[in-house]
């Protein structure tokens, strides 16, 4: 029977780092959060015709927005790979 006598430094232990919350999960997230809800209830409540009136605005500003936020998942980092739909194969059988 062997076993395996190899020594550890200290070294050899260290924790692996632990992942970083999202923001809205951390506690400036969730103050932010909260003081938000407040301004929309407070909002709703007492300045419905300011918050109509600039509806839209808001919208309008809202598609720029929309546009530099939420490209993230769109995998733009290699521009030269040749990831074209027509080099791909076929996995339907017809050509």
Same mark, same amino acid.
């Not at 997230?29 to 419905?48: E, P, Q």
């Not at 927005?65 to 739909?85: E, I, P």
């Given at each position: 029977m062997t076993h395996d006598?190899?020594?550890?430094?200290?070294?050899s232990?260290?924790?692996?780092?632990?992942?970083? !919350?999202p923001w809205y999960r951390t506690w400036t997230g969730l103050a932010g959060l909260g003081v938000a809800a407040v301004a929309a209830?407070?909002? @709703?409540l007492y300045h419905v015709t300011h918050v109509l009136d600039a509806l839209p605005f808001v919208l309008l500003? !809202?598609?720029p927005l929309m546009h530099v936020f939420m490209h993230g998942g769109h995998g733009h980092g290699g521009h030269g790979g040749g990831?074209? @739909?027509?080099d791909r194969p076929n996995k339907g059988g017809s050509p």
């Amino acid at each position: 029977m062997t076993h395996d006598h190899t020594h550890h430094t200290p070294d050899s232990h260290k924790p692996e780092p632990q992942a970083r !919350l999202p923001w809205y999960r951390t506690w400036t997230g969730l103050a932010g959060l909260g003081v938000a809800a407040v301004a929309a209830v407070y909002l @709703s409540l007492y300045h419905v015709t300011h918050v109509l009136d600039a509806l839209p605005f808001v919208l309008l500003l !809202l598609c720029p927005l929309m546009h530099v936020f939420m490209h993230g998942g769109h995998g733009h980092g290699g521009h030269g790979g040749g990831s074209d @739909s027509a080099d791909r194969p076929n996995k339907g059988g017809s050509p």
